[in-house]
């Protein structure tokens, strides 16, 4: 199958600082990408989704200022998590979908788990 | 509002048990449904389901969607330790985004 890469897997960070987490399709292009934050025995929640070259559209009570998205190419989106505050710690997870296709699966990258101290 | 829900929430079984997970949804503008894999880390994809009544299958583990009452079922024959896992059910609708249920936690014991 398609291979999704997300970077850093694990991040520790400082409270008021901010982190970059990156996703990359890494053998196809991908039009869409999805971000989603898991917590603790719960199941993902979509945060966001990206289209290559124009604004990330935001699911209701997540903050677009503080979670900052870019999907800057058919390859990379990035999300920025902005002055980062303990509340954030949390494990967040890209999936991208290839162009074209109706139902097309989407691929996840491995995760991200983001703890702010 | 766009629902998929999953039975049961949890379920623990012993090896060589066979189970059968649900998935029900109502979902506007229904493409695809997704079953998941879920251990310790990111999800990982078992299989895509657009066409009702057609089985998909692979190993120990097959799917079957229906579009008419709005469910899928995941059916896991010969479990084993390592199928201890949460199950996840999506559904792909308009826009592609996916609607995830809360997913099925399942324990084998040996």
């Known amino acids: 199958g398609a291979v999704v890469s997300q970077h850093p897997s694990r991040v520790i960070c400082k409270s008021g600082t901010s982190v970059k987490i990156e996703c990359r399709s890494l053998d196809f292009q991908a039009t869409t990408m999805f971000w989603y934050r898991q917590f603790p025995k719960k199941s993902l929640m979509l945060m966001a989704t990206s289209n290559e070259g124009s604004k990330a559209t935001y699911e209701q009570g997540v903050e677009k200022d503080k979670f900052l998205i870019n999907h800057a190419s058919l390859t990379l989106s990035t999300l920025t998590v902005t002055s980062a505050h303990p509340e954030d710690s949390s494990f967040y997870i890209c999936?991208?979908?290839?162009?074209?296709?109706?139902?097309?699966?989407?691929?996840f990258g491995q995760g991200t788990r983001l703890t702010v101290v | 509002e766009d629902k998929v829900v999953q039975s049961p929430l949890s379920l623990v079984v012993h090896e060589g048990d066979t189970v059968t997970l649900n998935c029900s949804y109502e979902v506007t503008n229904f493409r695809s449904l997704l079953w998941y894999k879920q251990e310790k880390k990111a999800p990982t994809f078992l299989f895509m389901l657009?066409?009702?009544?057609i089985e998909k299958k692979s190993g120990r583990l097959s799917s079957i969607l229906d579009k008419k009452e709005l469910f899928s079922i995941l059916n896991i024959t010969a479990t084993q330790t390592g199928d201890s896992a949460v199950y996840l059910c999506?559904?792909?609708?308009?826009?592609?985004?996916?609607?995830f249920g809360k997913g099925t936690s399942l324990l084998v014991t040996p």
């Open positions: 999936s991208a979908r290839a162009t074209g296709g109706l139902g097309t699966e989407a691929f």
């Open positions: 657009t066409s009702s009544g």
């Open positions: 999506a559904v792909v609708s308009i826009g592609y985004e996916l609607n």
